[in-house]
């Protein structure tokens, strides 16, 4: 099925241990986005790309990396895992960053790091 | 920096029941989203508003941008269980950012 699948469904860290949250789509999106989703505080964009090669910060960067050397997948690196990234990441694409078709999200990875 | 915030942030209403919930900010917004997420899931689109003063009605949902488009709403008619979830709006605003708003979790009660 067309869509943005996003893997691991869930992990567990320990503080200081680094991972890579996987996120590829296969409808030729050109923007995709990262996003943490904690209680009380929506959804809140952690890095963007507007196509491949290209990214840039969102609201809440500091310690995370992403690089976009395909269309299609839009990796998210945890540098050194801290108790403050425990939170639920959202994956999403679209065709531009305020496409009226909305954007497409994964089902979420749910981070705990201990 | 939150920009758009979303109220009540929860409500729980019997079946049958109608409610509104309420997107605001202090910028304008050139288009707003209203997205429906369900446990577990993401978020799915539910309309996009272009321009102030529209309203549009998906069944029971109507939504509307506001004149000065710095503000939306969410109004269900006779709300179903099938209705419970997250709703959030999402709009891009200053930083040429896409921002989404704090959320409103619905309970509808069988």
């Known amino acids: 099925n067309a869509g943005v699948t996003q893997t691991p469904k869930f992990q567990v860290l320990k503080t200081g241990q680094s991972m890579t949250l996987q996120c590829a789509q296969d409808?030729?999106?050109?923007?995709m986005s990262w996003y943490r989703q904690d209680p009380g505080m929506g959804l809140r964009l952690i890095h963007y790309?507007?196509?491949?090669?290209?990214?840039d910060q969102g609201e809440v960067p500091n310690g995370y990396n992403v690089s976009r050397s395909t269309t299609e997948d839009f990796p998210l690196r945890l540098l050194s895992a801290a108790p403050s990234q425990t939170s639920v990441y959202f994956c999403?694409?679209?065709?531009?960053?305020?496409?009226?078709?909305?954007?497409?999200f994964g089902s979420g990875t749910r981070l705990t790091v201990v | 920096t939150q920009l758009l915030e979303q109220s009540p942030q929860f409500l729980s209403i019997q079946e049958g029941e109608n409610l509104t919930v309420y997107c605001n900010s202090s910028?304008?917004?050139?288009?707003l989203q209203w997205y429906r997420q369900e446990p577990g899931e993401g978020p799915v689109l539910l309309v996009t508003?272009?321009?102030?003063?529209e309203v549009k009605k998906l069944k029971r949902l109507t939504f509307q941008f506001g004149d000065a488009r710095k503000d939306s709403s969410l109004h269900i008619t006779a709300a179903q269980t099938g209705d419970t979830g997250l709703y959030l709006c999402?709009?891009?605003?200053?930083?040429?950012?896409?921002?989404f708003g704090t959320g409103t979790s619905l309970t509808v009660i069988p």
């Open positions: 999403a694409s679209s065709y531009s960053m305020m496409d009226s078709g909305g954007y497409t």
């Open positions: 508003v272009v321009t102030g003063g």
């Open positions: 409808m030729n999106h050109e923007y």
């Open positions: 999402a709009g891009v605003g200053t930083g040429n950012q896409f921002y």
């Open positions: 790309s507007v196509g491949a090669g290209i990214t």
């Open positions: 910028s304008v917004f050139s288009s």
